[in-house]
């Protein structure tokens, strides 16, 4: 089957702590995204690569790092230095950027940082 | 700067039509896509607009209108499983702008 995983689907950590949560895909996808919800917030874009071994800030990049070294996998690490953690981070991929860009989104990780 | 708009919460009854409505000021416009999502998971998505015109895909469908940066999303004869937080995005700069969603209860 063809899709996006990400895992795991719950995560505590203590506050102070660096966390790295997994995104593999197997659609031969180029680009990859990386968003945080808040509750009453929409999706926010932390990250995007559009190929590898490279990747661009989004809106929210502040506190978090990536890497794209292979194209199945896009891994966040959610700094020390993020504010406020706690969110449902959800993973993305899409064919290639440009138009008609329908990304297709993983399950989600939820971080509670306690 | 990207500003995207929807109502908050919407109410219907079940075999109902509801029309959420999506209005958007962007810095660019390639196209605009809508998304539902179930709480707790992944958005999936349900319709494109790139032009000015309505797109029908069987119970949804969803209208464009580019000069006035406004689009909206027709669910008709509503069922429970489409309770549900509906997501306007628009595509811009090979990136996604995302509202803040349209939460819809759907009642017996």
């Known amino acids: 089957d063809g899709g996006i995983t990400q895992s795991p689907k719950y995560l505590f950590r203590k506050e102070g702590q660096n966390v790295t949560l997994s995104c593999e895909q197997n659609?031969?996808?180029?680009?990859m995204y990386w968003y945080r919800q808040d509750p009453g917030q929409g999706l926010r874009l932390i990250y995007y690569?559009?190929?590898?071994?490279?990747?661009q800030k989004g809106d929210i990049a502040e506190g978090y790092s990536v890497s794209r070294e292979k194209k199945e996998s896009f891994p966040l690490t959610v700094t020390s230095a993020q504010k406020n953690p706690t969110a449902f981070y959800l993973c993305?991929?899409?064919?290639?950027?440009?138009?008609?860009?329908?990304?297709?989104f993983g399950p989600g990780t939820r971080l509670t940082v306690l | 700067g990207q500003n995207i708009d929807q109502p908050t919460e919407m109410t219907a009854t079940e075999g109902a039509i509801v029309q959420i409505n999506c209005t958007y000021q962007?810095?660019?416009?390639?196209?605009l896509f809508w998304y539902q999502q179930h709480a707790g998971e992944a958005p999936t998505f349900l319709s494109y607009?790139?032009?000015?015109g309505l797109e029908e895909k069987g119970r949804f469908s969803s209208f464009l209108s580019r000069s006035k940066g406004y689009s909206y999303l027709l669910l008709k004869e509503l069922q429970m499983k489409d309770s549900a937080s509906y997501l306007c995005?628009?595509?811009?700069?090979?990136?996604?702008?995302f509202g803040a969603g349209t939460t819809v209860t759907v009642r017996a």
């Open positions: 993305a991929s899409s064919m290639a950027g440009g138009p008609y860009n329908e990304q297709f």
């Open positions: 659609l031969n996808h180029d680009a």
């Open positions: 690569s559009q190929i590898v071994n490279d990747f």
């Open positions: 962007t810095s660019g416009f390639n196209g």
């Open positions: 607009n790139v032009l000015d």
């Open positions: 995005a628009v595509e811009d700069d090979y990136k996604l702008s």
